[in-house]
């Protein structure tokens, strides 16, 4: 069975740091690609970040280049999201996904930054 449980969202000052987490069981990280997508209030859902599973080639929303890293750590079958120099923007819902043969996605995970 196929879970994806995501933490390490928060409320943090704008320029702050966030490490976001998605701990994944029924599959194995390495072997798909995984997605970050985010949703904020009255938005449509976006993709902010990308991993391959051949290589660790990675894609991310222009909005966020520079300022995201998207990781993946086997041993921990754990795909992380690494946030720097937030700002009130970026504050969403943050979503780890992966595509099988239907998509699969976390409850998310709330991100809040503000003064």
């Known amino acids: 069975q196929v879970q994806l449980v995501e933490s390490g969202g928060g409320l943090v000052q704008p320029g702050g740091s966030l490490r976001l987490s998605c701990a994944a069981s029924g599959f194995t990280v390495r072997e798909y690609r995984m997605n970050w997508y985010r949703q904020g209030a009255e938005k449509e859902r976006e993709l902010v970040a990308t991993?391959?599973?051949?290589?660790?080639?990675?894609m991310y929303a222009d909005s966020v280049k520079g300022r995201f890293t998207i990781s993946r750590e086997n041993t921990e079958n754990t795909v992380y999201l690494q946030m720097n120099s937030l700002k009130p923007e970026d504050t969403a819902v943050y979503y780890c996904n992966v595509r099988m043969t239907v998509d699969y996605w976390g409850k998310g995970t709330q991100v809040t930054i503000s003064s």
């Open positions: 991993i391959s599973n051949i290589g660790r080639s990675t």
